[in-house]
């Protein structure tokens, strides 16, 4: 007897097994995590607590069985204890178990479907920024935990120069050294809520102190971050950059070091299907490279010629004639590297034998297009 097919479970377990997050996945957290926060509000959940409950109750039974179904995956792929113990995998089990092992438990029902915020972390491994953030943290660490110990400094000896000067004037606020640890945090935070304040004239002004050195530790947390990630981002566009001119034929005889030339001169351009890339008649000031997909060349007289992956067009308004004489447009979804005028001449001059290739092809298709 032979065992019954089901599609939709089939089709489910590729898309579970090859993302991060499919759309009902989205659409579960979405509305799990909304119909939570119905639940601590009384009146609303007296009104409709069947239908709280109801699809409280339908979302995790969403994330048990996605669970279920990626650990199968895992296990029949020889992957299950590395699926296990990776981050997307415990954070998998965490949104199916948390709620039944703590109902298990004799919590309050209540309580226990507040552990349904847990299923905001699956958004966590789809998003890239946040993978890039764990980058730039992970190599910045020492700048970043540098300024953190400068922080705790001023936050201690904030605490304890108050102390010392303020404990006589507002014996409750500032009678211990851990109880002026609150004003320096949230005065060294920039915060300042206002419900401990100095006194003193030299409380003020190491009040005033605290502040200014509030600003620049948190100017140079910033500034570590926003360097990392500008490291990172041109990290990333370098390499998408290389993957793609590695691709283009016309660039297949250039040496890594020459490649590396190109890539940081190129641009690359995304583009969706019938886009109009060039028009006849403007003024062009770069040429393009297809990477990925097609165009096609509107040229004088009704012809049509379709260009795909390795080809490259514009080049005529790079070496002499800036007008351009013919309309472009994608055929699909196509990637682009784009060359500036200025970057090309750099390019040539650096690469003669580039320049010879592309003015070849240019003389080429000239005398085809006459």
Known sequence: MTKPQFPALSLYLVA????????????????????????????????AHRWVDAVLWACLAFFVFEWVVRLR????????????????????????????????????????????????????PGIPGLRQLRRVVVLESGPLLSVLVIFLMVVFLASVAEYFLEREA?????????AALWWAVVTLTTTGYGDVVPVTPLGRMVAALVMISGLGVFGLWTGIL????????????????????????????????????????????????????????????????????????????????????????????????????ANITTTGVTRLLVLDLVDFRLLMARHPDLGQTIDAEAKRRALENK
Request: glycine residues 10%; proline residues 6%; contains cysteine.
């Open 73 to 124: 995956h895992a296990l029949k792929s020889e992957r299950g204890l590395a699926y296990s113990l990776s981050f997307r995998g415990l954070v998998d089990l965490v949104a199916a178990a948390a709620i039944p092992v703590a109902l298990a438990g004799g919590a309050n029902p209540k309580t226990a479907w507040l552990l349904g915020v847990t299923w905001l972390l699956k958004l966590v």
């Open 226 to 325: 926003a360097t990392g990630f500008a490291a990172e981002t041109r990290r990333d566009n370098f390499l998408k950059t290389w993957e793609s001119v590695s691709k283009v034929p016309f660039f297949a005889a250039l040496g890594p070091a020459a490649i590396a030339d190109v890539t940081n001169m190129l641009r690359t351009m995304d583009l969706p299907p019938r886009t109009t890339i060039i028009r006849k008649g403007q003024q062009g000031d770069c040429m393009y490279f297809i990477a990925a997909g097609q165009v096609e060349v509107d040229l004088p007289g009704g012809k049509k010629v379709a260009l795909g992956e390795g080809s490259f067009f514009g080049e005529m308004a790079l070496l002499g004639n800036a007008t351009r004489n």
């Open 170 to 178: 507002q014996p409750q606020t500032f009678g211990s050294v851990p």
């Open 16 to 47: 579970t097994a090859g993302r991060n997050m499919t759309r009902p996945a989205y659409v579960a957290v979405a509305v799990g995590v909304l119909v939570m926060v119905l639940l601590t509000v009384d009146p609303a959940y007296e009104a």
